[in-house]
């Protein structure tokens, strides 16, 4: 194919590979080969890459972690960039709360429905049982400061680095595996709490290799939720409002959040499914909206397994790879669990990941 030959050739040798098995690239360690995979290094390079791509016609799939995806047995054809960006920008100056008009933490913008988190524990019955109210407070009384970050800056990173330097406002994220810019594509939570709560505006770029940048009110945000799940937008940087908080209560809140959270298993992409709605919950008298209650307690589903995919029984919203798992393994697992809750319950499950590839 002489398109893409061509970009092979546009591509800096050392950080391209091809016919990379991407199952080396994903948290589910599930995934057949790139066409072509390209890691970048930094924002200059990843729009230039970007736009080469585009001129030639080859479609461009971004891989931040690995998390949070499923990709086909077939792999993924055309340009898998693999986001390695890494910079954290701290602004010289602290404007004071009553400079900035970013409602506090744990409330949605202004005039918007507020987002339910998908955070919810039963502590009577099941594996789901990690606590997350003593350990909310909140930090709106805090002199705020702006930092942008790279899209392809690493969450465990920035949680890090800012707490380092004297800013808080991520902690709530702790653990979780991911990138600045799937954090921004999922909306992601940490029990109560959104990233949407922070963010200030996010500079991308399009199909047709314009940059533009968004507003956070122009995000589409809610539960898992983005405009870019139906753009073609390809997030660049995000700038983010946050606290110059109370240092050690945030790195103690990351610290515990982690710790508790240890109970999710490895191998697998996250979550199965979104969480059943609270009108379904109150019409069943579930004790939570959990979709893993639905999979342990009515289901009776724990340890199923099909070829290497297995239902986890520490926690029961999570298909892992217990060896070997292919993704049709995976989607045969997933389908068995979504079809038996709308035969039983009447309800239709989400799923939680994005399906890359051919299905």
Same mark, same amino acid.
């Given at each position: ?56 016609? @080859? *479609?461009? %799939? +971004?891989? !931040?972690?690995?998390? &949070? ?10 340009? #898998? /960039? ?93 653990? @979780? *595996?991911? %990138? +600045?810019? !799937?954090?921004?594509? &999922? ?10 709560? #922070? /963010? ?93 209650? @639905? ?65």
């Amino acid at each position: 194919m002489k398109d893409l030959q061509d970009l092979i050739n546009f591509l800096e040798p050392d950080n391209t590979f091809l016919d990379e098995p991407l199952s080396k690239h994903t948290t589910l360690r599930i995934g057949g080969p790139a066409d072509v995979l390209y890691r970048a290094k930094n924002i200059e390079e990843l729009i230039r890459v970007i736009r080469r791509a585009n001129e030639l016609s @080859i *479609p461009v %799939t +971004i891989l !931040g972690w690995g998390s &949070n995806v499923l990709v086909s047995d077939k792999g993924i054809r055309g340009l #898998v /960039i693999k986001n390695e960006t890494g910079e954290i920008e701290i602004s010289k100056d602290v404007p004071s709360p009553t400079a900035i008009t970013v409602p506090p933490l744990r409330k949605y913008k202004e005039g918007t429905k507020k987002i339910l988190s998908r955070w919810q524990s039963d502590s009577e019955k099941g594996t789901f049982k990690y606590e997350f109210g003593d350990l909310d407070y909140d930090e709106s009384g805090f002199p705020r400061v702006r930092v942008s970050m790279d899209s392809g800056v690493s969450l465990p990173k920035a949680i890090n680095s800012l707490i380092e330097e004297g800013v808080t406002g991520l902690q709530w994220y702790a653990r @979780i *595996p991911g %990138t +600045i810019g !799937g954090a921004v594509f &999922n909306n992601i939570h940490g029990g109560t709490h959104f990233i949407s709560e #922070v /963010i200030k505006s996010v500079r991308t770029i399009n199909k047709s290799g314009v940059i533009k940048e968004f507003s956070g009110k122009e995000l589409g945000l809610a539960y898992d939720k983005s405009r870019f799940h139906d753009s073609e937008e390809i997030i660049l940087e995000v700038e983010f409002e946050l606290f110059k908080g109370d240092v050690l209560r945030a790195k103690e809140v990351a610290m515990e959040w982690a710790k508790r959270k240890s109970l999710q298993p490895p191998r697998s992409a996250g979550c199965t499914f979104k969480n059943i709605s609270n009108g379904d919950k109150e019409r069943l008298n579930f004790p939570t909206t959990s979709a893993g209650y @639905i999979v342990e307690h009515v289901l009776k589903l724990g340890g199923r397994k099909v070829g290497g995919a297995k239902i986890s029984t520490a926690h029961h919203n999570f298909i892992v790879n217990d060896g070997g798992a292919t993704a049709r393994d995976y989607m045969e697992l997933l389908n068995l669990i979504r079809d038996e809750t709308k035969k039983m319950l009447k309800i239709d499950l989400v799923p939680e990941m994005i399906l890359l590839g051919e299905f």
